[in-house]
T-cell receptor, first 116, second 112 residues
Framework: GAVVSQHPSWVICKSGTSVKIECRSLDFQATTMFWYRQFPKQSLMLMATSNEGSKATYEQGVEKDKFLINHASLTLSTLTVTSAHPEDSSFYICSAQRTGVIGEQYFGPGTRLTVT | EDQVTQSPEALRLQEGESSSLNCSYT??????LFWYRQDPGKGPEFLFTLYSAGEEKEKERLKATLTKKESFLHITAPKPEDSATYLC?????????????FGTGTKLQVIP
């Protein structure tokens, strides 16, 4: 149990376009999901906490108008990178937490975004 | 601000050579310490949660321990398939809010 999927696994887009990344918890309900960025040889940087049915909580320095998060159901959260630029190229990883449980997070496989 | 420091940054072991990875942390109120394994180009895989000093958990060749200042991940008789980056994280949140801080990881290479 505790499987999280992400789609797409990789995407290449042109500068100025928008990209949507989906995160799904496949076999459990997740009231809370998290979005991270990871640069090469660096650790995970939390971007935002996504709660089902409410607005996401963004970490300091993360532009909420650029990284739009929607958590419309207990199994799906989406991250949209708007007007992407080359500096947005990164590995984006989501994680999900079982509803009612504060503790370990279960991670998706990640999405490699390259903006040309 | 919560801080997590992992050492060493990289570790190279011969197959069967046991060792330990260290995770030192500073947090105002620890609600949980987590260990994850991450393979290149993939998301982290959950291994353990430790909640209080003195707690230990085991899974196959891995054993995690916790004190008030640090955690160790002991690897007994490692195999090449144990090669990965091991991440430590702490939850310093309160109430219904989780605040997880990750370390930069220890990259483990096990040589046949």
């Amino acid at each position: 149990g505790a499987v999280v999927s992400q789609h797409p696994s990789w995407v290449i887009c042109k500068s100025g376009t928008s990209v949507k990344i989906e995160c799904r918890s496949l076999d459990f309900q997740a009231t809370t999901m998290f979005w991270y960025r990871q640069f090469p040889k660096q650790s995970l940087m939390l971007m935002a906490t996504s709660n089902e049915g409410s607005k996401a909580t963004y970490e300091q320095g993360v532009e909420k108008d650029k990284f739009l998060i929607n958590h419309a159901s207990l199994t799906l959260s989406t991250l949209t990178v708007t007007s992407a630029h080359p500096e947005d190229s990164s590995f984006y990883i989501c994680s999900a937490q079982r509803t009612g449980v504060i503790g370990e997070q279960y991670f998706g496989p990640g999405t490699r975004l390259t903006v040309t | 601000e919560d801080q997590v420091t992992q050492s060493p940054e990289a570790l190279r072991l011969q197959e069967g050579e046991s060792s330990s990875l260290n995770c030192s942390y500073t947090v105002s109120g620890l609600r949980g310490l987590f260990w994850y394994r991450q393979d290149p180009g993939k998301g982290p895989e959950f291994l353990f949660t430790l909640y209080s000093a003195g707690e230990e958990k085991e899974k196959e060749r891995l054993k995690a321990t916790l004190t008030k200042k640090e955690s160790f991940l002991h690897i007994t008789a490692p195999k090449p398939e144990d090669s990965a980056t091991y991440l430590c994280a702490v939850d310093g949140g309160s109430g219904g809010y989780q605040k997880v801080t990750f370390g930069t990881g220890t990259k483990l290479q096990v040589i046949p």
